[in-house]
């Protein structure tokens, strides 16, 4: 298959050679027509347009190729500057010989048409036309005379002898017609060679005027065939009222003779007046052929040196290709097997080993590159964090799982000191101290349990490390593994605070019930035989054991609630609209409780019974928070997208006191509370339902003063109608 711009200058020389063809024949034609002056109006505007046409194509095919070898040269192209060379030495060749043809050309063009008008031929043209008239006016005069002696010999002038008369009038003439007329114009006898005819052909009036003023009239006219005829009409010579139109054919040889004459007079004269004109189209005619021929050598000389230095031209190219690299370049070898083509072929043959040993070299390189992306790819999948460190501490790799368990970008501290994590993240330096010391010591892998102080907790890190062996006899840094036990450690002490709180239940809850009914049985049975004073004593003793009870039942019921996983009833709620129905209950004057709906239209999958626990929990803490003066409270809704998936925030701030620094981390663990009164339950149980919902919890301080608390529940895909009447019956049932 050849190759495209094979196609393209096979295509180039094809168009151009049929251009030059069709030039030429159009010149060819307009040579013929300034050489024949009855066809130069309709043929040679026309051609010339055309031929003009075919040169502006032609310059600029001419100009196009200049306009590219210039910009090759001042690219400084291989084989431009070899290519201009040639194109101005062909073009010089081409045009010295064609300037001094043309210019001789046209001298002798002008001497030669000068040539064709010289005086004596002038005079000869023109003594020949007189030499045609005078023959024709002796045969006119005589067929005036003829016609004259044929009337005056007629005797009897009456109508009926001129008909019998005139038949054989005409056949001694030799007249195609005789009519004999009076002088008025009335015809009186008629004869014709062809019998058919009926009718004369009728006179003039100017022949009628001469003819009553009594003069003869003779006429030269020509007929349809192209001959002439003699028309003549005579008055009677001898005076009678009578006068003849006869109709004689010119001899052919004269006519014949006559008409060359006079053509060649008219064309003389013809020609004599397009003297200038014709002098100019031959000019003309002949500058165009030379520009052809001047631009159709100089488009052949684009051609020739194009395919002169082609070769030089790629091999010139593909030498720096392969010194940019570029080593599977091959030049096309000459159809001619000589020297250049030897030189061709030795140098695709090097450029063959070179792409075979590059290819061998990319081969290894994709090989470590493959290995490499699956290690990354593992390291990716690993939901461990995983760092690796030189024998100088800087890091080296670090997975993305590292990068979202410290929440620093790691690939930004890449051979960096592992110890500029404490100074992106001061957080993290607990992490960099305890490792430090890990890596400093004498043994080669270990494990160490970290704990961080996040601002949105505690964190626990349970962390591995072994020494990297990449080289024999030497020791090349260390690699860390560590994981995010936060939520297992988490997990295990809400295990066991479960099971405490159980067994305490359990352990209270059955002696209470005895106590309370031995009271009430002691007031009843011993409170009327008593004095008043003893009788106080009693009753105040009974009660404050009976209430004292009914706490400890509620401390048990709460220790119940911590204890005893939940049965959820979810059902999908509006968010929104189930947080505005539970605030009513705080709508009265002086709770001070706020809420901004963010989430319109937000469904989550919940247990309205549990929420409602949730956030009445939440709101009565934050008003609980102010002291003796109930703190102001706002709840807020939002969406919001975290990890990949759509959640549904719920923030309840305060005014209030805030959480204590040191107990921010542990807000949500069993026992622990800020309050004088409580079990410190409350919020374990809060934090234990949003975890059964999927959800998560988080504690901080806000800036300006007061606590906040957030928790995310997942957002379904796809929103429901909210379901208000079933949300406010499981509202009232609880």
Known sequence: MADPAVKRRRLDLFVTGMLVVLLMAALHMMSGAVQRSEVLDPWFMPLLGFTVLGLVVLVGLVGWNLWQLLREYRRQAAGARLNLRLVVLFVVLALAPVSIVYIYSLQFLSKGIDGWFDVQVDSAMEDALALSRVSLDLHKREMLRLTRNLLGALDDASPAALKQAVGGLRDASGAFEVDIFTRKGRLLALSHQNPEVLTPSPPTAHMLKQVKAGHDFVSLVPVKDGRMVVRVMAVDPRGRDLAMQAIYPVPDELSRLTGRVQDAYEAYRERAYLRGSIKFSFALTLSLVMLLGLFAAAWAAFYTSRRLVRPIKQISEATRAVAAGRYDVRVPLPRVQDELAFLVDSFNQMTRRLAQAR??????????????????????????????????????????????????????????????????????????????????????????????HRQGGRQVLLCQYSRLQLEEGGEEGHVLVFDDVTELVQAQRDAAWGEVARRLAHEIKNPLTPIQLAAERLRRRYLPQMTAEQADVMERATKTIVQQVEALKAMVNEFSDYARPGRLEPRPLVIDDFVAEVLELYAGAGHGVHFEPGAPGAVVEGDPLRLRQVLHNLVKNAQESGGERPASVWVATRVLERNGRRWVELRVEDDGSGFELEDIDQVFEPYVTSKHKGTGLGLAIVKRIVGEHGGNIRAENRPQGGARVSLLLPLQQEPAPARPEATRERGEQA
């Open 359 to 452: 290819n061998l070299a990319e081969a290894s390189r994709r090989e470590l590159a493959a290995q490499h992306k699956y290690l990354e790819t593992v390291l990716g999948a690993i939901s461990s964090g995983v760092i690796a460190l030189d024998r100088s501490g800087l890091i080296r790799t670090a997975n993305p799982a590292s990068e979202e368990i410290l929440r620093v970008p790691l690939a930004d501290l890449e051979g960096r000191n592992l110890a500029e994590l404490a100074q992106l993240d001061p957080e993290l330096a607990p992490f960099v101290e305890r490792l430090r010391e890990a890596l400093d010591g004498d043994r080669r892998e270990g494990k160490v349990e970290i704990v961080l």
